[in-house]
């Protein structure tokens, strides 16, 4: 589906800057940067789109995947189950969203915690661009890893789902070293492999570009809707099922402890908010005492006639 829909994008991106191209409106120069701007807005849209309008399949998709990694089968009616696994544990779009945006802040201020270049820079001072791309990496590596917390919330089905959010990001305290290491990797190796299809797919542009400019910008199109094609439905799912399975495989045998929990709030103001909603859910949940408020049972016993 999402290919179809970026082929067609592309198709009639193409279809108008040959138009434009063949009646003499504008050259090879403007077409280029007419598809330079089409291919950032259709990036933004997608990025708009997961975030507002596809949040609850891209949570489906997230369910699927802990349930597969957890039972080992995949679930026969897959839209289903994540699309039930979803309502079960939120009732509304609002509370996951709520949820799901803590837990990645929580993660980018642990992160960054964590990790401090300052003083590579300060020794150092020419590493300051690499080590810009190393944050941004990290920043990045957040948007992955926050989806395999909420992962673990699907996994807790009996606890509230701040007290689950809580309790992964607890988890992910114990485990970031690998679990951050190897995102980095794959997430490094998934934009390694995204410019290698350009690269491999330019000459393509190339030569079309032999017949007239017309039809190298038509290869140009190509390329990019190849490549968007592959990167957005391809390697992107992909890297977010292994980065999900690598923080559920190391942190199957481990335990939420007060003290992972105490080190995290040091660090992060954002999961001391995380903490004061698990607790006053928490308290919500707990059964009222039928003692309270002067109703006791002797006192709305009736008594004999």
């Keep these: 589906m999402f290919g179809l829909i970026t082929a067609l994008y592309f198709g009639i991106v193409g279809w108008v800057l040959l138009s434009l191209l063949d009646s003499g409106t504008i050259s090879v120069l403007i077409a280029g940067v007419g598809l330079l701007v089409a291919t950032l807005i259709f990036l933004g849209v997608v990025r ?11 949570a489906g998709h997230i369910a699927v995947i802990a349930h ?5 089968t995949t679930p026969a009616n897959q839209w289903s189950f994540g699309t039930n696994a979803v309502k079960g544990n939120f009732t509304e779009a609002s509370s996951l969203f709520v949820v799901d945006q803590l837990i990645k802040s929580v993660v980018k201020q642990f992160n960054r915690s964590v990790i401090s270049f300052s003083g590579l820079v300060d020794f150092v001072p020419t590493l300051e661009t690499i080590l810009t791309f190393l944050r941004r990496g990290i920043a990045l590596a957040a948007s992955y890893i926050d989806e395999a917390i909420l992962a673990h919330t699907f996994l807790n089905p009996e606890q509230n789902n701040w007290r689950a959010a809580r309790d992964g990001v607890v988890l ?22 995204t410019f290698a299809l350009l690269f ?20 140009w199109v190509v ?15 992909w890297v ?6 690598t923080f559920l495989i190391e942190s ?3 335990t939420p402890d007060s003290n992972m929990m105490d080190s995290i709030a040091g660090r992060s103001k954002k999961f ?13 949940e707990r059964p009222t005492d039928p003692t309270e408020d002067g109703d006791s049972p002797e006192k709305n016993r009736r008594s004999p006639g």
């Excluded at 708009?48 to 891209?58: E, P």
């Excluded at 001391?272 to 919500?284: F, Q, R, T, Y």
Aim: glycine share 12%; no cysteine.
């Design 252 to 254: 199957r045998n481990k």
């Design 48 to 58: 708009f789109a997961r975030k507002y309008v596809l949040y609850l399949v891209d």
């Design 272 to 284: 001391k908010e995380l903490m004061a909603n698990a607790e006053a859910e928490s308290d919500d």
């Design 68 to 72: 597969t990694i957890d039972t080992g």
């Design 240 to 245: 977010k099922t292994v980065v999900i399975t």
């Design 223 to 237: 390329v990019f809707g190849i490549a968007l094609t592959i990167y957005l439905g391809v390697l992107r799912p």
């Design 200 to 219: 491999l797919l330019s000459p393509l542009a190339g030569v079309l570009g032999g017949m007239s400019s017309t039809f190298e910008v038509l290869g």
């Design 172 to 193: 992910y305290g114990k485990t970031w070293k690998s679990v951050l290491g190897s995102t980095l990797l794959i997430v490094g190796g998934m934009y390694v492999v």
